[in-house]
């Protein structure tokens, strides 16, 4: 990898053009420009994973409402956590909040610890969402490494694409090396980078016309070579899969009016093919997001 000095004409030029971009055409999510707390940056980051943004707002806008910071969420019952996430996708996600949420009000007494190994200790948080929090919510200078980041960077600073997967320790050390000395810069650049790389510089198309760092993007010189290689792994049909069954079955069970389980016979109705049906019950009880009953009805836990 091609050494790129902090102070390098190319590195301040891209950040030079990159910053008024971002004041002039970031979107104003809830979460945003000081609008919350470290706790609801948190939780956007967790509802963000493998979901667009812009579905997560009104979500995040409404659980926040209901459970304002970890203790709140640490209180509600299962199945007000499992009804409230909705559509979000990958309800899990939920229940290692609310696990997360139990941590932080139990062990550092509702508050987000600022250090990063505190961080990545919590439950459900990972390097990315840890990284993200200390950068946006504490103003930390650290390097957030995610798709469309590194994307932008690889492209932009080295000409060529980002082949997806895991981080690489190229593409790691590119982002530590492009980070501003600045802690309140780095948390501009590393947001503005993120925006840019889901709004601009997509994995696809990538809209270079309007892109502020065509006229400095070495992968644009270099005449896009392998876009859109990145895709490792073939995009995953969702019709007629146990993720769509698991869905219906969720669904099913927020929509119902009273307290009572929801029945077999019920459950046929939503998918006929009993085997698959079981295994997916059988899925989501053991992953704490339904109880199964004896008579094989179901409800939310308490």
């Known amino acids: 990898m091609a050494d790129l000095p902090l102070d390098s004409p190319q590195i301040v030029e891209l950040k030079s053009r990159l910053f008024p971009w971002w004041d002039s055409n970031a979107r104003d999510l809830p979460w945003r420009f000081g609008k919350t707390t470290p706790w609801g940056i948190l939780v956007s980051e967790v509802m963000s994973q493998q979901t667009q943004m812009s579905r997560v707002a009104p979500y995040w806008t409404t659980w926040m409402n209901v459970w304002p910071d970890a203790r709140a969420l640490a209180k509600a019952s299962t199945a007000e956590v499992i009804t409230a996430w909705g559509h979000l996708g990958y309800p899990r996600r939920a229940l290692r909040l609310q696990e997360c949420a139990r941590v932080v009000a139990e062990k550092y007494n509702n508050r987000l610890p600022q250090r990063y190994e505190e961080l990545i200790a919590l439950p ?163 992953d704490g997001l339904i109880e199964l009953l004896p008579d094989k009805a179901i409800r939310f836990p308490k």
Not at 137 to 150: E, M
Not at 251 to 279: F, G, I, M, N
């Open 124 to 286: 459900g948080v990972g390097d990315y969402t840890a990284s993200a929090v200390l950068s946006f919510a504490f103003n930390a200078r650290i390097a957030v490494i995610d798709t469309n980041i590194r994307r932008v960077l690889s492209r932009a600073a080295l000409g060529v694409e980002s082949l997806g997967g895991a981080a690489t320790v190229a593409e790691r050390n590119l982002a530590n090396d492009l980070l501003p000395r600045d802690s309140k810069e780095s948390n501009i650049w590393n947001q503005a980078t993120m925006e840019l790389g889901a709004m601009v510089c997509t994995a696809k198309n990538p809209q270079c016309e309007i892109c502020p760092l065509c006229e400095k993007c070495n992968f644009v010189a270099a005449g896009k070579p392998g876009l859109a290689e990145g895709r490792t792994r073939p995009r995953q049909h969702f019709k007629g899969t146990n993720r769509q069954v698991r869905g219906l079955i969720l669904h099913a069970l927020r929509s119902k009016t009273d307290a009572e389980p929801l029945c077999y016979r019920e459950l046929v109705k939503l998918w006929p093919k009993s085997a698959q049906l079981d295994e997916c019950l059988m899925s989501l009880d053991d």
